[in-house]
C-alpha cells in the first residue's frame, strides 16, 4: 500500500527577487507518463529559461524508480532540492516541474536550493492525497431477484464492490485485504444465510 496524488495537477507560483517559480504537480505512473508531464509543461511555457524536474515512481516488486533534472541550473540547485520535497510528502506516482522566468537578479546557489525547494514545499500541501493498496478479488454469483440486496448489505459492511455484471446472474466482484477471504465468506454466509460462496478471482490495485 503506498499513497499517491489524485489524477489532478496543481499549479503554486512563487515569486523570489523578480524570478518567478511555477510549480506544477501531477501523477505519472511511469517513465513514458512522466517525460510527457515534463513535456508538456516545457510546452505550455516555451519562453521560460528553465523547466526542473523530479519524480517519483512505484514499480511492482522492486523500489521506486528516482529521477530529477537541474535543466540547465547550476548541479545540484534545482533537481535535488525538489526531489528531496517529494520524498519528504510520502508520496510515490508523483511529479513536480517548476518553470522559471528569470529576473534580473541572480540568487547564488544557495538561493537557487532554498528557491526550488519552497516552490515544491508550498505546492504540496495543495495535492489531495489517494491510496493504492493490492487487494484480493473475490467473485460473488447471486440470482436477480436478491442481488440489490445482498450488494447493499456488502457494501453497508465496508466490502468493497469493484464491478457488478449482468448475465444468467449477477456476479459480484469484491476486494479484500491479503488474507482476509475467510473472514469475507463468513460475512457472505451470513448474509446470504449460506446460500453463497465467493470464490477466488486473482488480485489487483485498487485506489480509494
Same mark, same amino acid.
Given at each position: ?21 511555477? !510549480? +506544477? ?13 515534463? &513535456? ?6 516555451? &519562453?521560460?529559461? +528553465? ?17 530529477? @533534472? /537541474? /535543466?540547465?541550473?547550476? @548541479?545540484? !540547485? ?14 510515490? &506516482? ?49 440470482? +436477480? ?25 449477477? !456476479?459480484?466482484?469484491?476486494?479484500? &485485504? ?10 457472505? @454466509?451470513?448474509? !446470504? ?16
Amino acid at each position: 500500500m503506498y499513497t499517491r496524488p489524485a489524477a489532478e495537477t496543481i499549479t503554486n507560483t512563487l515569486e523570489i527577487k523578480r524570478s518567478r517559480f511555477i !510549480t +506544477h504537480i501531477a501523477r505519472v505512473t511511469d517513465e513514458a507518463s512522466a517525460r510527457a508531464f515534463v &513535456d508538456s509543461v516545457r510546452a505550455a511555457f516555451p &519562453d521560460a529559461r +528553465h523547466h526542473c524536474s523530479a519524480y517519483i515512481y512505484h514499480v511492482e516488486g522492486a523500489n521506486p524508480v528516482e529521477r530529477f @533534472s /537541474d /535543466d540547465g541550473e547550476p @548541479s545540484g !540547485t534545482a533537481g535535488t532540492p525538489m526531489l528531496e520535497q517529494l520524498r519528504g510528502s510520502g508520496m510515490v &506516482d508523483i511529479a513536480a516541474v517548476v518553470v522559471r522566468y528569470f529576473g534580473g537578479i541572480k540568487l547564488g546557489a544557495g538561493g537557487l536550493v532554498h528557491a526550488y525547494s519552497n516552490s515544491v514545499g508550498e505546492a504540496l500541501p495543495l495535492v489531495r492525497r489517494t491510496t493504492r493498496a493490492r487487494k484480493e478479488l473475490w467473485r460473488l454469483d447471486l440470482p +436477480h431477484a436478491q442481488a440489490g440486496r445482498y450488494e447493499a448489505e456488502l457494501r453497508a459492511r465496508g466490502i468493497t464492490v469493484t464491478e457488478v455484471e449482468y448475465g444468467a446472474q449477477v !456476479t459480484l466482484t469484491l476486494a479484500a &485485504d491479503p488474507g482476509a477471504g475467510e473472514e469475507l465468506a463468513q460475512t457472505i @454466509s451470513a448474509i !446470504t444465510s449460506g446460500a453463497v460462496a465467493p470464490r477466488a478471482a486473482g488480485s489487483t490495485w485498487v485506489e480509494g
